[in-house]
């Protein structure tokens, strides 16, 4: 999947937009969720795409601070979910390692005989 799919865009922009809002720094919100500064900064520029656990563990994070509403957190919590899903549901062309969702694939006229179904981590992570 595209790290730029508007999904991650929604995430990553979400995520930070919460994160300044409650006045915590990168490098203390990272702290708090026990990543680096780096990998939070990759996840709010939207050129990662977070784990299941890392959702949960920003939104644990978060669900502390005053500043942050029920709202916010259960907007972060549905953007990270779809987002989430949506990577461990792509499909991945085997001859280019290029991955789409399967929406995209049936558009596009690929049959899945040529594809495999991406089966990351994530996918075996319960998220309700």
Request: proline share 5%; net charge positive; charged share 20%.
């Amino acid at each position: 999947m595209d790290n730029n799919s508007p999904l991650a865009k929604s995430y990553g922009m979400l995520l930070r937009d919460i994160r300044a809002g409650a006045n915590l720094s990168v490098a203390g919100f990272a702290r708090m969720v026990g990543t680096s500064t780096a990998w939070l900064s990759y996840i709010e520029r939207d050129e990662r795409i977070p784990s299941w656990p890392f959702v949960q563990s920003c939104l644990e994070a978060l669900g502390k601070h005053e500043d942050v509403s029920a709202a916010m957190l259960e907007r972060l919590r549905q953007a990270g979910k779809k987002l989430v899903l949506q990577k461990a549901f792509s499909i991945e062309d085997v001859s280019t390692g290029a991955e789409m969702s399967p929406v995209m694939a049936r558009k596009n006229g690929h049959s899945h005989p040529s594809r495999i179904l991406r089966h990351s981590a994530a996918s075996s992570v319960h998220i309700p």
